[in-house]
């Protein structure tokens, strides 16, 4: 079992336990969660500092074998020859270290993420060069560090499976929700076979996650991963595996409206640009889209009833082409089942 899998079973145990705690009134003392809004300032501060003073030692490059692409970092002990990790950010060239803004715990998270090596495709058969939604499966490698240095747990099993949605199903694990906004960021390489046989990662997606506690397990220590611990995980990103969570026939990376490879469901009142009819529930989880009552399934197939290639999904005119029409099934005037 990887040890992923095994903290996530943990952390519902450990959820388990605190709530019979409760439950029982036996006089144990629980000493409540650290609030988001008191741990997030010294968890970024701390990886800022991290930032600023550690550098890419070694990246290992050995096609074919588990090791390839393997990152170590380490501290910097000369400035002249080892450039920082922040030096990278935003960097015209890779590496590159960008950013982003994600609000969750009614605070902003800054997601730092390091690409050493983007991914790429091979060619239509092989393929590759894809980039993971956030509520995709990913098939990965990874080493997971404490900013001490502190190696928790590695994988180059390229055939587990993990859950960027954050739940266990279809023989994939759910991951916490740092990698859901982490592995976004990374292209698939694409597969062959080696001589003897076995399976050969090419040209898959390298780089480094930096996240905050909150966007790991926080309070809920892990093995030897303290409560309230920053996490540093090198990824290499060998394959995706889409899902399609409404079951409407469309997958659900093909659900994000503004192609930036995010969906979530906000709190009430918040705009989502994923959020077709507005009602509350993103497009991946809605089984019909446009909220005319009539599900999308039946609104994206032919005549014959079949399916519609998805970008030759129609608009209310019957119009297959036009890159910027209003496909009828996002289109709530456009009552059109199987024509
Ligand atoms: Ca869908
Ligand atoms: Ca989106
Ligand atoms: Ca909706
Ligand atoms: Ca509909």
Redesign the pocket.
Known sequence: MSKIKFYFILLIATVVTLNSCHKDDNNEDVTPPIPYADQYPKDIAAIEDYLNTHYISEVVNNPGQPNDQDVTISKIDNPVTQPSLMSYLNSSTLPRLTFRNVNAHDITYKIYTLVIREGKRNDAVNGGGEYPCNMDGVYAGYKGTLLDGTVFDSSNNGQSLFNLDGTTHDGGTGVIRGWSEGFPQFLTGWMSSNTDGTVRYNDFGVGVMFLPSGMGYYNNAQGSIPAYSPLVFSVKLFGVKRYDHDQDGIPSYQE????????NTFAAGVAN??DTDGDGVPNFNDFDDDGDNYATRGEIKDANGNYYAFDKIPDCSGNQIDPNRLKRHLDKNCIKMNQ
Not at 258 to 263: A, E, F, L
């Open positions: 994000d409206l503004n192609g930036d490879r995010y969906m640009p994923d």
